[in-house]
């Protein structure tokens, strides 16, 4: 699934930016996720009741932002640990009244090993004991240095509890998108990494995927790790059903053989022989591995 295709320049078009929120225990990371999905309200683009699928989409001035929606490092750090290379930008996000913990040490550690942009967003500041000063020399202490103070690390006050700053927030992340040039093919067979996975008693597996490159086909034949199957149903992040997704989109899909794990990478195939055949060859690689490791 590694392999890469040589892009034609021409085929290369925008695709949204792909944006991680990580931080401390209790400085906001699932209020900041849920303010920034009810800015879809206010946008006019509510579409019913939102399904959860492990990441959604906000639109702002006009394009679109991915967000994934899984706060903590566990799945930062288990996605990287298999190779998957999913976020653009990371917020890191800092209460005001706390400041820099243990687990923000440890946030901008995967930023930076990940060598992702970091936005801090300096959070609670509708507290009367936040103090965002405090917060911008600890973060200097870790080599983020705010730009008002000559470095190159955007710091954005907020209140993701009352809303106050979360337009900044976004604004931001188009900006660093901007300069990042997140460019992808939508032509090309879709490949992208497994969100989460799980088995429902009537669906079967059903699996969150982002889509990272091309476009995902209802239809398409797909190896999901050591999976494989056919795109039988495709929802968006709204629970809408849809025919294709386009690069940085995520969907949920059903039609898989088995359940996969998040982290795992997909490819599509022409055709279902050869999908199966490269998923049964994994299988037997993991079930000899698995042999090894437990005799060992
Ligand atoms: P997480 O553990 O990082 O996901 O933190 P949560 O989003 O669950 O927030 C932890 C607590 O802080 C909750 O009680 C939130 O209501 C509260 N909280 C989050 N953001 C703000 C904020 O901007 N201001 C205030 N006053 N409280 C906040």
Known sequence: LEDEVEENPEDLVQRPAIVTIMGHV???????????????????????????????????????ITFLDTPGHEAFTAMRARGAKVTDICIIVVAADDGVMPQTKEAVDHAKAADVPIIVAVNKMDKPAANPERVMNEMSDLGLLPEEWGG????????????????????????????????????????????EAKLDKGRGPVVTLLVQNGTLHTGDCIVVGACFGKVRKMTDDRGREIKEA?????????????????????KVFDSEKQARAIAERRSQTKIEQERKSSSA
């Open 152 to 195: 190159d690390t955007i710091f954005v006050k907020c209140s993701a509890k009352q809303g106050e700053g979360v337009q900044d927030i976004l604004e931001t992340i188009q900006v660093v998108a901007e300069m990042r040039e997140l460019k992808a093919n939508p032509k090309r067979n879709a490949t992208g990494t497994v969100i």
């Open 246 to 266: 386009k690069p940085s989109t995520p969907v949920e899909i059903i039609g898989l053989n088995d359940v996969p794990v998040a982290g795992d990478m997909f």
């Open 26 to 64: 209790d400085h906001g990371k699932t209020t900041l996720l849920d303010t920034i999905r009810k800015t879809r309200v206010v946008e006019g683009e509510f579409g019913g009741i939102t399904q959860h699928i492990g990441a959604y989409q906000v639109s702002v001035q006009s394009k679109k």
